[in-house]
Structure formats: C-alpha cells, structure tokens
C-alpha cells in the first residue's frame, strides 16, 4: 500500500494526544487522517507493555471502521522510582486522574525517597507508536528522550507530564516551556512519529508484520 492510498483513523481518545499526532503527521504526502468516531468506546489499557497498549488500541479501532488506524501508548520511566510509573503513566494518581493528580504524586512520590538533587531525577520518556491494518499486520516504531524531572512545574504549554519534565540538551526547560514545533522536535512522540512517518513515506510493505 502506497502512502497515497492510506488512511488512517487517529484511535487515541484524549484530545492533545491526538492533535500532536495530527500535526506531526500532517506533512506526510498523501497520507489522509480520519478522526476518532464519537461513538467508538474507550478502550481499556491492559497491556503489560507500551506496545500492548498502543496495539490494543489501534485494532479496536480497526475493528469499529475497517480502515487501518494509528495509536501510540506513552510511559514516563523514573530512574529513583525504579522505572515507574512505567505504562501506568497515565493513571499513576489512579484510574480517573488528572494531569494535575499524576503530576502531584509524582514530586511527592521523588520527594518521599529523597530525590531531590537534579542529578537523582533522571528520567527517560518512551513513546510506541503503531498503525495497525485490516488485513492483521501492523507497523510499530519506538521514540525516546531522556531528561530530569523538575522540583515543580514550569511553563503553561502541552499536557500530562510535559510541566515537570526538562529533556536534555534544552537548556533545562520543560516541555511545557517550549513552542509545539520545538516540543515536536525533542520529544519522544515526536521523534517515534516521525520515524513512522519515514516508514510510512517509505510505502515500503517489507516494514509490516503480523
């Protein structure tokens, strides 16, 4: 399949993640995105893995439309929290947390084992992306950024961890700090949706798998 003859449904429920997918994937020639159905459900995260996760997601919505779908699962992992919370990135507050509540536990939960230098907040951010097709193959592609997790949020752009964490080599600024283009550029969605997008522009059916 030529990448002018694809289109794929944007399966992630949460708004900001699929506007990021959106304008990253938007410069791909010929390639046409189609919204979330409204009546599609949520999709339980059950996955042992990110790629679980993003797997699941993508094929519920192939299942709903029968058009190839592109999803992502993301993971915060904190090296002095042992690498959590890992794919409970999302929910580390609980079930129906909010940006806020996760960002919350996560300074408490570096505060109550004695992280506090900047050197004992390491932190590595990994995104899968994967477009799953109707025929049962499917393309995955891992990002990742590595960065510090800050002692309290900063800036007022992005969503979700993006206030408390800093990437390397940007002069300690947050994610919520930057421009869209320039959280495009460091971040590990950017960076696993744009090498999708490569593998996408590639057209290439030798990238897919069962």
């Known amino acids: 399949m030529t990448v002018a003859a694809l289109r794929l449904v944007v399966a992630s429920a949460n708004p900001d993640k699929a506007a990021e997918i959106v304008a990253i994937l938007e410069s791909v020639p010929g390639l046409e995105l189609v919204p979330r159905p409204a009546s599609a459900r949520d ?3 059950s996955g042992d893995t990110l790629i679980d996760n993003a797997r699941l997601k993508a094929r519920a919505l192939v299942e709903v439309t029968g058009v190839a779908a592109v999803a992502d699962d993301t ?3 904190v090296d002095a929290l042992g690498g959590a919370p890992g794919v409970y990135s999302a929910r580390f507050a609980g079930e129906h947390a909010s940006y806020a509540d996760n960002v919350a536990k996560l300074l408490d939960e570096l505060e109550k084992v004695g992280a506090i230098a900047a050197e004992q907040r390491s932190a590595s ?9 109707p025929d049962g193959s499917e393309v995955s592609v891992d990002g ?10 900063l800036g007022e752009s992005g969503f979700g961890y993006d206030p408390v964490f800093a990437p390397d080599g940007y002069g300690g ?6 421009s869209p283009a320039e959280k495009h550029e460091a971040s590990h969605r950017g960076k696993a949706f744009g090498a999708l997008a490569a593998r996408l522009t590639a ?3 030798s990238s897919r798998h069962r």
Do not use: H, N, Q, W
Not at 125 to 133: D, E, Q
């Open 43 to 45: 999709v339980e995260e």
């Open 75 to 77: 993971g915060l992992e």
């Open 125 to 133: 951010f990994r995104c899968v992306a994967l477009v799953a097709y």
């Open 144 to 153: 990742k950024v590595t960065g510090t997790i800050t002692r309290a949020p």
């Open 173 to 178: 600024r947050t994610f919520a700090e930057m």
């Open 203 to 205: 057209g290439s059916d």
